[in-house]
């Protein structure tokens, strides 16, 4: 057994050590050293937390400002952004219906036929590159994020024939394979809002899918998240993750677990 | 077969065990998700009345999941105890509830419940929750009794352990250590200090495998730590002699389930094979860790049993500690709301999904834990999470998790928190496993009475802990 303390001994409620834990804190977002009321958690602390839980549900439930948004995605110059909405009718039915959210309002036809192997040759009036910007779970993070990556990874892939961006309402990742398999495009990039954490509710999800077409498995796709500067991710960073993505992509004729497992494949 | 009930003028319906038990179950968006749940509050009542009526012998003749292509189903059955099963055997589903009822208010319930267990096939268990009122889970998942034991012995009378859970997105060192620290000085730890890594790399499992190890070694804490990774990883690590004190692996109730976990029974056998043979336990020799969900099915696309129908989330969750049971856990915990509101839509949805886990998994022998949970998209807030947590303080629940603030900033959930555990404790005088209390006793964090002090860091010995 070890030693014991020197004294131990109970003190006045809700009073920590706070230059004990103020080392410490730097070491993680975690939320230690709060104190005690009684057995309890000190009320400033029980504050903290209901606030971040307040923040986190209004950006699950926000609703995306489209027209700022599709103001914003024309001015990259791709082409006017073309607008999307899920079968989903409201908020709520999207939250407990993530099969809704994945299938469009109305029926996009696919590109007639659909490449089998979209090789890059001889593929006129086939984009390679087909970007859906999609609220997922939190529109805040679309709103904050998706237009200074995309200004941040075009330059980066100046040989790619990109299509004018999409921009779906009520959306999960899954509805870029309806706009993929409609334009016949080679790669499918979604970019969307993702499940928002109590420290972190503006966090997008980028996933790109090679050849994507309804029914793709998400094993079939390669994901960078937390894109989220200054806290997660910065544009730059997830840039050019997604170019060497992309390149490897193309070379290898495929995303997902191949992809990701071949880092020969990348550049 | 066809099942038929007459309710409020009408006549009902049911094409077969399948259809039935789904119509039964208490609302909940994961069935409706999978299209198998009541299309009205009149339906759901008809198919609990037909429900009643289904003899016991009949979920041994109708299979809700083949066994002829799902090997769950197979281990069910060859399991099921004939004898355990003889003094049920000419009961119904409704019967069955009464039965339980009576003998959880009989002076020697323990001993009959833990008899009976083995008789009970997961279906005929998730059958009669569907009957049961939160109160009656209550009671008889409290007159249960399930110990196990490693370094220390959970689930006696009167104890409510905790697993410490110092998640870190970056997986850092410092960082855990400093969470750790946080959840020993508030009495947490007992039924495990478990991690789950950001990084699945062999190399971080490793890093943080030994970062736990030379923490319990070093203060001698009596409790076991577990790094929650693929169990194919663990064996990898067991065989490279780290120090492996328990097993983890996500389990569901179906063979496809497990494929999409990657994991097969086979590779659960020789797991448990290997970390028996390590025998690191000193007052027991349960090595085992298990985590389940309603739903994890469902989200597999592998939730279909006989004719292709879909089965409740619920069934297939009693069905996972169907297969759990095969490897006599030392661990297994519910992580009940963590899957998102698809599968439970609220606090109420919780709620009870989490009492139904708790009553199935200690009928059917299993020293349950539950992760009272819920994501940010769910309709539910941390009221919600106490009236869990207390019910389930109540109901005899073996652990609960712990994590700083009720925040897991690596998985970005909620779940309870070190104090909410010094809370339920408190307020149901539960205190930690014996030896873990003696220790924290021993170090001066603990009263006489098992009351946790409110030390200060800096004088106490384990703020070594983090330098």
């Known amino acids: 057994m070890t030693e014991q303390t020197d004294q131990p001994t109970d003190r006045p409620s809700g009073q920590p050590s706070p230059d004990f834990w103020a080392a410490l804190r730097p070491t993680t977002t975690a939320r230690v050293g709060l104190g005690r009321a009684g057995d309890s958690v000190p009320t400033r602390r029980l504050l903290e937390l209901q606030a971040a839980h307040a923040v986190a549900r209004d950006a699950v439930h926000a609703s995306l400002d489209v027209e ?138 980028a996933y790109l899918t090679w050849g994507a077409r309804p029914g793709t498995p998400d094993s079939a796709r390669n994901c960078v998240s937390n894109i989220r500067p200054p806290h997660g991710l910065d544009h730059a960073t997830a840039a050019r993750t997604l170019a060497s993505l992309m390149e490897g992509a193309r070379r290898l004729g495929a995303t997902g677990v191949r992809l990701k497992d071949r880092p020969d494949a990348l550049t | 077969m066809r099942y038929r009930q007459a309710l409020a003028g009408r006549t009902f319906e049911f094409d077969g065990l399948v259809d039935l038990l789904g119509r039964a179950s208490p609302a909940r968006s994961g069935d409706r998700l999978a299209g198998c749940g009541a299309q009205s509050d009149v339906e759901r009542a008809a198919a609990r009345h037909a429900l009643a009526d289904v003899p016991l012998t009949r979920f041994l003749d109708e299979h809700v999941v083949p066994p002829e292509t799902d090997d769950v189903s197979r281990l069910i059955l060859d399991r099921h105890d004939t004898d355990a099963f003889a003094p049920i055997r000419s009961m119904t589903v409704g019967e069955l509830r009464d039965h339980l009822l009576t003998v959880a208010v009989a002076p020697d319930a323990a001993t009959t419940l833990a008899r009976l267990g083995p008789g009970l096939l997961p279906e005929m268990v998730a059958a009669v929750s569907k009957l049961m009122r939160n109160q009656d889970l209550v009671t008889v998942g409290a007159a249960c009794r399930v110990t196990t034991a490693f370094r220390t012995t959970l689930g006696l009378p009167g104890r409510l352990s905790t697993r410490l859970q110092p998640n870190h997105p970056t997986d850092d060192p410092a960082g855990v250590a400093t969470s750790v620290l946080d959840g020993l000085l508030l009495g947490s730890g007992d039924a495990v200090i478990g991690i789950n890594p950001a990084s699945d790399s062999p190399e971080t499992v490793t890093r943080l495998l030994r970062l736990l190890d030379e923490v319990r070694e070093r203060y001698e804490i009596p409790t076991q730590s577990c790094v929650l990774t693929h169990v194919t990883t663990t064996i990898d690590l067991m065989e490279a002699g780290e120090p492996v004190d328990l097993v983890f692996q996500s389990i569901a109730g179906t063979q496809g389930a497990n494929n999409g976990f990657g994991v097969t029974i086979a590779q659960l056998a020789e797991a448990h094979a290997a970390v028996q043979e390590l025998g690191r336990g000193t007052v027991g020799t349960q090595a085992m860790y298990f985590e389940t969900g309603q739903g994890s099915a469902l989200s597999a696309d592998a939730h279909h049993g006989t004719g292709g129908r879909p089965v409740d989330q619920q069934t297939l969750e009693a069905r996972a500690y169907g297969l759990a049971r095969a ?141």
């Open chain 2, 327 to 467: 490897f006599d856990p030392f661990l297994v915990n519910t992580v009940v709301g963590f899957i998102g509101p698809e599968y439970l839509y609220d606090g109420k949805q919780i709620v009870r999904a989490g009492l139904e886990d708790h009553f199935c998994g200690k009928l059917l022998g299993l020293p349950m834990g539950v992760d009272v949970c819920y994501t940010n998209h769910a309709e539910a807030d941390d009221d919600d999470m106490d009236t869990l947590l207390t019910l389930l303080g109540v109901a005899g629940c073996t652990f609960v998790i712990a994590v700083p603030g009720a925040d897991d900033v690596m998985l970005g959930y909620q779940s309870t928190s070190f104090h909410d555990a010094l809370y339920v404790r408190r307020v149901l005088g539960k205190r930690p496993a014996p030896e873990f209390e003696a220790w924290l006793q021993g170090v001066g964090l603990a009263a006489p009475d098992g009351r946790i002090l409110d030390v200060d860091p800096s004088r106490s010995l384990l703020k070594e802990l983090v330098r």
């Open chain 1, 68 to 205: 700022a948004m599709t103001a914003a995605l024309a001015g990259l110059g791709l082409g006017d952004p073309v607008p999307l909405t899920s079968a989903a009718p409201d908020r709520a039915t999207y939250l407990a219906r993530p099969d809704l959210g994945r299938t469009p309002a109305a029926p996009l036809s696919p590109a007639d036929p659909i490449p089998a192997d979209p090789i890059l040759a001889d593929r006129p009036g086939r984009p390679d590159l087909a970007v859906v910007v999609a609220d997922g779970l939190s529109a805040l993070a679309v709103h904050r994020h998706a237009v200074p990556l995309l200004e941040a990874l075009l330059p980066l892939v100046p040989q790619l024939e990109v299509a004018p961006p999409w921009l779906a309402v009520q959306a999960r990742v899954a509805m870029g394979d309806h706009v993929g398999a409609h334009l016949g495009a080679a790669m499918t990039l979604v970019l969307v809002g993702e499940r928002p954490g109590l420290s972190s509710s503006d966090s997008l999800g």
